[in-house]
T-cell receptor
């Protein structure tokens, strides 16, 4: 069974700070997803990656397959980035049977 | 293009009642998945459906829970005789295929509260 650990559980930052959220998993995977969940709202898929690095706007996601570790970075953080960020891994070649981390609650203060 | 639509957003039931949660996938998506998010826990896979077929229900409790995705209309997750432990956020997602790394589109969830 794959375990997914995220750190930190909670993170408070000031607007403009560089944010890093970490995700570690225990067994081999085929892909890793980063999701964003706003308070009381839905879930948005931010990235899917199986190697290397991806960038979208101020968000950057990296993965190191050998070390079984991924990071999500937010540059120039903004209060609207406040949300729960969830790491999820897929194994077995299908996209839906994900193992999810418990999430990192990010609060960005103005 | 509308995303995944779930309703109701909030559902309150008393113990022993039935709860029906609805999910309309993204137009053109034929694969629907249900996930449950218990308080203080991560999301957990429940069931995967295609039109008129349950493909994988390995994450769904064996009793009181059922799901369907009829030829016409939304997918329904049904919980009979609800108990307090069923209180959770239930999310539906859809995708055009189930290939490795295929992006999932999530709905806004239904928050079920059992009194």
């Amino acid at each position: 069974k794959n375990e997914v650990e995220q750190s930190p559980q909670n993170l408070t930052a000031q607007e403009g700070e560089f944010i890093t959220i970490n995700c570690s998993y225990s067994v081999g995977i085929s892909a890793l997803h980063w999701l964003q969940q706003h308070p009381g709202g839905g879930i948005v898929s931010l990235f899917m990656l199986s190697s290397g690095k991806k960038k979208h706007g101020r968000l950057i996601a990296t993965i190191n397959i050998q070390e079984k570790h991924s990071s999500l970075h937010i540059t120039a953080s903004h209060p609207r980035d406040s949300a729960v960020y969830i790491c999820a891994v897929e194994g077995g070649g299908s996209n839906y049977k994900l193992t999810f981390g418990k999430g990192t609650l990010l609060t960005v203060n103005p | 293009n509308a995303g995944v639509m779930q309703n109701p957003r909030h559902l309150v039931r008393r113990r022993g009642q039935e709860a029906r949660l609805r999910c309309s996938p993204v137009k053109g998506h034929s694969h629907v998945y249900w996930y449950r998010q218990l308080p203080e826990e991560g999301l957990k896979f429940m069931v995967y459906l295609q039109k008129e077929n349950i493909i994988d229900e390995s994450g769904m409790p064996k009793e009181r829970f059922s799901a369907e995705f009829p030829k016409e209309g939304p997918s329904i997750l049904r919980i009979q005789q609800v108990v307090r432990g069923d209180s959770a956020a239930y999310f539906c997602a859809s995708s055009p295929t189930t290939g490795m790394g295929e992006k999932l589109f999530f709905g806004s969830g239904t928050q079920l509260s059992v009194l």
